[in-house]
């Protein structure tokens, strides 16, 4: 049952974090700016920023492909590993949204989003630390029943 619900969830993780790359790439100027220190900046152009991210989404997401098939009987694991993925797909989300934001000629307080960016960062280390505490919560169960 939590192996459906989360696959629909990672489902559709999958299709926001394309409509927000389309909707981001439609958006950016010609080059990119992805990091800036001083006077000096690290840019690259929007069609480049677009294939890389577009393979880092491709990537990850098929990953839950591969674990499904190398995992099929352990359907716990594929469950949380799609939940893995999924606060993945919200972190490409956010960082995406920012980088359209740092990019366009508006002012804006980042401050305000910082917040955001480490709120999705703690969300895929809660939900990466929840397998362990899991594992063990299992295992200290099941001695108790024998």
């Given at each position: 049952?939590?192996?459906?619900l989360l696959k629909g969830i990672w489902f559709l993780s999958i299709v926001a974090a394309l409509i927000a790359l389309l909707y981001v790439y439609a958006g950016l100027p010609q080059e990119v700016i992805v990091q800036k220190q001083g006077s000096s900046q690290i840019s690259v152009?929007?069609?480049l920023f677009f294939y890389i991210v577009m393979m880092f989404l491709?990537?990850?997401n098929v990953m839950v492909f591969i674990i499904g098939k190398v995992f099929s009987e352990k359907e716990?694991?594929?469950a949380w590993f799609h939940g893995l993925i999924m606060t993945l797909n919200?972190?490409?989300?956010?960082?995406?949204?920012?980088?359209?934001?740092?990019?366009?000629?508006?002012?804006?307080?980042?401050?305000r989003i910082a917040f955001i960016i480490y709120g999705s960062l703690g969300l895929m280390v809660l939900w990466a630390s929840?397998?362990?505490?899991?594992?063990?919560?299992r295992a200290f169960s099941s001695k108790s029943l024998v």
């Amino acid at each position: 049952m939590a192996l459906k619900l989360l696959k629909g969830i990672w489902f559709l993780s999958i299709v926001a974090a394309l409509i927000a790359l389309l909707y981001v790439y439609a958006g950016l100027p010609q080059e990119v700016i992805v990091q800036k220190q001083g006077s000096s900046q690290i840019s690259v152009s929007n069609e480049l920023f677009f294939y890389i991210v577009m393979m880092f989404l491709a990537i990850s997401n098929v990953m839950v492909f591969i674990i499904g098939k190398v995992f099929s009987e352990k359907e716990d694991f594929r469950a949380w590993f799609h939940g893995l993925i999924m606060t993945l797909n919200i972190f490409f989300i956010i960082a995406l949204i920012f980088i359209f934001q740092y990019n366009s000629n508006e002012k804006f307080d980042y401050g305000r989003i910082a917040f955001i960016i480490y709120g999705s960062l703690g969300l895929m280390v809660l939900w990466a630390s929840f397998w362990p505490v899991y594992l063990i919560f299992r295992a200290f169960s099941s001695k108790s029943l024998v």
